[in-house]
């Protein structure tokens, strides 16, 4: 089973500049909307093309919009031995938790996080 991680350590990590590989699985659209700027955006309909670009040489955590997507990416990878690490909550919790890792765009529409 792969492992999990609150949006709260998440944060942590990268407050601490810690060098991680994170990765964003929704779709375009929707990064247009909401993003962690450091995210790379490999969304869930290419991950299995783009598997390379995954640099696994860094600790990889794996997010998209509530964490039920990047949960299939982290057992898929795991398939692959590959090891990830699948953020809780993700985009929509740390919006509703106003955190600081998240650029909000002008494309944003509040009900893509209903």
Same mark, same amino acid.
């Given at each position: 089973?792969?492992?999990? $991680?609150?949006?709260?350590? +998440?944060?942590? &990590?990268?407050?601490?500049?810690?060098? =991680?590989?994170? @990765? /964003?699985?929704?779709?375009?659209?929707?990064?247009?909307?909401?993003? $962690?700027?450091?995210?790379? +955006?490999?969304? &869930?309909?290419?991950?299995?093309?783009? =598997?390379?670009? @995954? /640099?696994?040489?860094?600790?990889?955590?794996?997010?998209?919009?509530?964490?039920?997507?990047?949960?299939?990416?982290?057992?898929?990878?795991?398939?692959?031995?590959?090891?990830?690490?699948?953020?809780?909550?993700?985009?929509?919790k740390?919006?509703?938790?106003k955190?600081?890792?998240?650029?909000?765009?002008?494309?944003?529409?509040?009900?893509?996080?209903?």
């Open positions: 089973m792969y492992s999990q $991680i609150t949006t709260k350590d +998440l944060e942590k &990590l990268i407050h601490e500049n810690t060098h =991680i590989e994170l @990765i /964003d699985v929704r779709e375009k659209n929707e990064w247009d909307q909401v993003r $962690i700027p450091m995210a790379k +955006l490999i969304p &869930l309909s290419s991950i299995e093309s783009r =598997i390379s670009d @995954i /640099d696994f040489s860094k600790p990889v955590y794996v997010f998209c919009r509530t964490g039920w997507r990047s949960g299939q990416v982290c057992g898929w990878l795991e398939s692959e031995w590959k090891s990830a690490t699948n953020v809780i909550g993700s985009i929509k740390l919006y509703e938790d955190s600081d890792i998240i650029e909000i765009t002008d494309n944003f529409t509040p009900t893509y996080l209903l």
